[in-house]
């Protein structure tokens, strides 16, 4: 959103702390002490339509909301009056007098006026109470009174006309109902500082309020009037502040440097970087920054994106529906938020700083022809208003010491400006990783024109289309070493035959074997049965293949239903185990069949879906359980332990098939095959929290400490019944990655169901860091991805049963204690939405896509679990009822089902009917 500088307006006194009026056609501010200057904005030189009524000055200014005709209430201790804009321009034409209807008299000193949507009613605040005025007559509608303080700001809600709300010094806000005539929420108080902005917003049922420390509420009026989100426009504006320090510093240190041994007041002053040294050491202490009070705010809501009748219509048959994710990752609206010393862009469906017009930086100007940049003076009031097209949004910012008013016009990005900064965001970071430098004024054409040639082949994406490179590390596979056969032993030349002795049964065990017979004293043949009729065995043969067959194509026949509703209806409800044990994990297999829970009493639990009753136990950690992970082909579980391994699992076999306990891999052991080899093959230094199947079960990867560790490996189903505790399942490390600056991995995401180059990985400082497997490196690194450090990745797997446009694989969400929900998309490597009001702030807890990619689920402290659609900004359903902290939830792949776990040892099943 580009912002210009339009024009500077004089006026008769300053205009901090008053209401100025304007709806995108015209702007209404004090001309003198008395009379009431309207400009149009089309023609901001012409000179201004005076309205002449008042005789005490004016303290509020307000348009109604339709455009033709136009009403303009301007209120003072003396009238309240509205004003016919159109009306007055062709009586003022027409050389007659100007006149408007009074609507009250002599009701006080008025903070605040609004019209109603239908510009029918107009609410005044006037001390600690707002009066709702007839705008056609003098009449007073209601009297809106239970304020303690003064109260700041009233506004009516633009989707129920009834609806007020009002904010107050007292900080508290108050919602009413005129036409019932009733208070419907009173909250209580809510900051230690006074509310003094209030916005409705026109898109959603929502409303933000600010206070005077920098701070930003976002609540929801449609359910218990919850809070949604909270933006700290105070530590923006800190950090901004420190970001530009270390430019200044950085930009100082570039050059050559002088070392003097003369005083401080001898140093020579010829540099101009020296000099702002020496200017900053005498300043120390003595900086002022503008304040961080929130005085306007205002949602930016962007037109809608626009198809060109030239364009044909796509086939939509046979192709899945785009429309969803097109809704979805579409332009978000702005909300605008106007400081003391800054305007800044936040983009209000992740509720980010998108841009920050700093006032002590110039910003283009279109006044003067001479001069191309305007510095705006610190402001104490604001106000904004789109234009009719919704393509702009002009801001008129009162100068907080001097009397004139400053015109800034913001231009509202549309879809094809989204695309076009996407690509100048891919643009840049191919030039940081091809090290160009693009802002170079030698060669800068060819430099860009380069890496926008380049841009599209080095995107990220989970689906490639870059073909698996020669050396690459998806090409690494465990071949089990085959025995050369007799024969070939034969017919190569200089080998040294053994000589064949006979071996008797005297001269060997009695069980030799690799498996015991009953008995093994005699060669006789085995008994032969003398007659079998076979009368039906082809037929009952048939019939058993039949209906594996059927059932296998009856599975692959099912699909999800994409218009299902979330689930909401408790159907189940399981105590995994006996005793109270905590669930870290739960997965459903792929195929839906199956349940598996990672316990913290040292083992895994496997239900058969649906759950009727015991499931079977997998014991064999010495340590808690961290995670569970299914297999592609659903034959194989992983688990990993705080006691330092990691262990694969046959569904059928309640002992593990191989141990993963050592880094580089499990080939060297002794004779008997029990410990390995001790300094050559340490074994993991510390707990393993997370551990999965990747690349369509060809690799393993898990996480220890600060390492992600990638393994190949064979799995060899063949027992033993000897040896039981031996196993000839093999793995071999193929690559440790390490995070670039973060000590320890808090959590990873990497796709299994279909084949992708991509792993998501989250550090203790609080990042997300990109690793391309295909390259074997990290390719993109973003930090303070939360507040806190990450502790739960999803991404966006579908299901075996439901397809979705490509950019759907792109989406993932991510999880910090404190700090809500975040969605992101790979492509633009940005912040998508953001979703808040589950209470999360000390148990890490676990998220999950629905197959539909429509809905997610997360877990909470309070004991309940919320469904969110991926659309909105706050949950859909909050499902209570659980007896402990939801710990874990997962969707069924194939029915809209939802699973949650708590700490307690308990499952919960819930349905969308």
Known sequence: MSTFHEHTVRTAFCPSHLQMGCNGVYFALPYTKTAIGVWSLQSLTSMPLELVAHRKGVTAIAFGKSYNPTSLCTAAEDYVIVWNVEKA???????????????????????????????????????????????????????????????????????????????????????WDISKGCLLFQSTIISASPFLSLSMDPANEHFAVGTSDGQIRVYDMVEDYRLLHHVDVAKILRRKREADEELKKAAANAGPKTISSQPLWKKPVDNDTDGELMEDSYDIGTSSEAGEAILGLFFAVRPSKSHPSGNHPKATFLMPDESHMDELLDVAPTLLIGTPGAILHINAHSFELTKCVD????????????????????????????????????????????????????????????????????????????????????????????????????????????????????????????????????????????????????NQALTFKSKIRSSGYTDAPPRMKMHSPQTSSSKSSSLKQSKSLSTGKKALLKEYPLDAEPPTTIKTKLNVVERTSPINCIRFSDDGQYLACAMADKSAQLFKMPLTGKGSSFTGHNGCVNSIYWSHDNQWMLTCSDDKTAKIWNKTATDPIMTLSTIKDNFAVDKEGQKPVANKNASFSKEIKHARFYYMDKFVLLSCGGSLYMYKYHLDSSVNDLKRYLTNSRYKLVKNFQLTKAQQIST??????????????????????????NVGKSVRLTPDAHSRPVHAICQNEGSTYVSHPASAYDLFLSSAVTDGVKLWDLRTNRCVRRFEGHMNRAHPCGLAFSPCAKYFATGAEDRSAYVFDLRGGTYLHKLS??????????????????????LDGKLRLYSDR
């Open 748 to 773: 990873f995401s990497a796709v299994n169901g279909f084949y992708s180059y991509i792993v998501l990985c989250a550090g203790s400082d609080k990042s997300l860091e990109v690793f391309d497997m």
């Open 881 to 902: 009822g659980h007896t402990d902290v939801v710990s874990d939830v997962a969707f069924h792949p194939l029915y809209p089902e939802l699973m949650t776990a708590t």
């Open 89 to 175: 321009r062709a009586t003022y034409d027409a050389g007659q007098q100007i006149r408007g209807q009074i609507i009250g008299q002599r009701l006080g000193y008025i903070q605040y006026a609004s019209f109603s949507p239908d510009d029918m009613l107009v609410a005044v605040c006037i001390e600690k109470d707002v009066l709702i005025l007839d705008s056609n007559q003098e009449r007073l509608d209601t009297t809106l009174d239970g304020h303690t303080a003064r109260v700041t700001c009233a506004e009516f809600s633009p989707h129920q006309e009834a609806t007020v709300v009002s904010i107050s010094d007292d900080r508290t806000f108050k919602i």
């Open 359 to 506: 006032f002590k930086d110039p910003v283009p100007s279109e006044q003067d022809f001479d001069t191309s940049e305007k510095y705006i003076d610190l402001s104490g009031s604001y106000i904004f208003s789109h234009t009719p097209d919704l393509k702009q949004v002009y801001c008129l910012a009162g100068s907080l010491f001097q009397n004139f008013v400053d015109v800034i016009r913001i231009q509202c990005a549309t879809h094809q400006d989204s695309k076009d900064q996407t690509a100048d965001n891919l643009t840049k970071d191919l030039a940081v990783k091809l090290n160009l430098e693009v802002t170079n004024p030698e060669g800068t054409e060819n430099v860009s024109s380069m890496v926008s040639a380049n841009a599209h082949e080095e995107t990220v994406t989970v689906l490639s289309s870059v073909p698996l490179s020669e050396h690459s590390l998806l090409r690494e596979e465990l071949v089990p070493k085959t025995k050369p056969s007799s024969a070939g032993q034969k017919g190569k030349p200089g080998m040294k035959t053994a000589k064949k002795t006979s071996s008797g049964v005297q």
